[in-house]
């Protein structure tokens, strides 16, 4: 989604087009190329995904709200008309949006969710060392399902 957001806000940018209309022709390219809008829709939440609204929210409050999130808004404008459905920004294209903006390199977007992915191994470790359940739950399953595999040779 962040590289999708750079490459329409800088066709905007080199063709001199306002952002609406650069990205009209991107999801007009999407649409013929039947792929998917990076940083749009959401299967639960087709009027909008809460967690990028409220990202978006502190970034226009904040003062941190710039050139890309302006992008990803003028797509996510454009798209339902054009994609016919709804088509509300997620998160996916709410976080890249607001670390461009805040200066994040786009060739370094790769990583952060990495960082979303670490936080959540952190947090179930935590939990584990809190109550361990983790072994408990192994053995019941090994209790209630019988391995009903090839065996080996040599090993039956």
């Keep these: 989604a962040g590289r999708y957001i750079v490459e329409v806000l800088e066709e905007s940018r080199s063709s001199g087009a306002d952002l609406k ?28 995904d809460p967690r990028a609204n409220v990202l978006l929210k502190l970034a226009d409050d904040l003062g941190v709200a710039g050139d890309h999130v302006a992008c990803l808004r003028a797509i996510g404008e454009e798209a339902p008309a054009i994609m016919n459905r709804a088509l509300p920004i997620n998160v996916s294209g709410a976080i890249p949006a607001l670390m461009l903006d805040a200066g994040w390199p786009v060739d370094a977007m790769k990583g952060v969710p990495l960082l979303a992915r670490a936080a959540g191994l952190v947090a179930h470790l935590f939990e584990e060392t ?19 595999g090839k065996v080996p040779a040599g090993k039956g």
Aim: charged share 25%; proline share 4%; net charge positive.
């Design 21 to 48: 209309t650069a990205a009209r022709k991107s999801l007009e390219g999407l649409k013929e190329a039947r792929a998917k809008v990076p940083g749009l829709g959401h299967p639960q939440h087709s009027t909008g």
């Design 130 to 148: 809190q109550r361990s359940i983790g072994f408990i739950m192994s053995h019941k399953a090994d209790l209630a399902i019988e391995y009903d």
